[in-house]
């Protein structure tokens, strides 16, 4: 985790993502700001008690409040260029949410619902930078502290991951090359957070080693299974194994074996094969084991001449 408590700056690239700024955020409750600026622009995000509340700058050149508020049915276009107008018009720039309240009426319950709205589709591009330099410094100023709506977190950071983070997807995946994982108690263990079917699936998979590969194929989504390893290794939940621990899951793997129907009579006529092979062939040449000597063929006359010299050596 990086250590957000004091001012710091750094490089954001492959192997030090915005995700790991983002987690460190959440986690360690950070009440301050985030700068990353990279070749879209300067981006700022500011959080309150690790939530964040505000996302804001020159990267940022969609999902704008008044555009949300109109989808939303909240207000007119016309509301919202009248509010533009006056707030670049006032010496100071008044907050545009207070403006349309006050001037079309718009509920400041919906005024908050689109700003968190921004902060979930803002934050979750940043997710897909690749390059570029960061700061952060604790601390909150009165601006943020009017303007700013605290926002769940842990929704932006799994479908950030998901949805977002190419570049740190692949660099997973060629780290878990040849390996198997396995997700360690069960669970992710993150608060307030409650697993869709899809998730309680991969859990379920999870409870004994598995090929990534085999976890992609049996799930049908790639990014959905990538960006949960890599929230698991974030969270340090995922254990790692050789290959050779994994458990196949039937119908994902590329062979499959017992669970073919008659797969146990086809094993066995393939051992039977391989038995038969290995045994040596008989020879041509080979004579014919020697026969016990049969019992010799008396004659009957044979026996009548016997019986004759006997009566003889009596009669003697």
Known sequence: MINLSVPGQGELGEGNWFSELFLSA????????????????????????GLPVHAAGAAFTTHFLGSILVEMGACQQAHVDDAVAKQGAAAEAP????????????SPADVKR???????????????????RWQAAPGENARIRD?????????????????????????LADGLLGRAVQLRGGTLGVPDHEPGAAEKKLIQYLEKPRKPD???????????VRGFLRAAQMLERLTVHPAAKAIAIPKASLVKTTDLPGAEALMAAVESARQAEAAPP?????????????APKVHPIVKEVEALH?????QN
């Not at 977190?153 to 570049?167: K, N, Y």
């Open 214 to 224: 085999h976890l992609e194929r049996a799930m049908n989504n790639r990014r959905q």
């Open 310 to 314: 006997a009566a003889i050596k009596t």
């Open 282 to 294: 008989p020879s041509r040449n080979a004579s014919a084991p020697p026969r016990a000597p049969a």
């Open 95 to 106: 907050v545009l949410g207070a403006i349309l309240v006050a001037d079309a009426g718009v």
């Open 114 to 132: 689109a700003i968190q709205r921004q902060n979930v589709a803002r934050l979750q591009t940043l997710f897909s930078w690749g390059e570029g």
């Open 147 to 171: 303007l700013g709506v605290p926002t769940p977190a842990w929704g932006i950071f799994f479908e950030g991951l998901t949805q977002a983070a190419d570049g740190e997807l692949r660099e």
């Open 26 to 49: 959440v986690q360690s409750r950070l009440t301050g700001g985030i700068l990353v600026e990279g070749l879209m622009g300067a981006a700022a995000v500011f959080f309150r008690e």
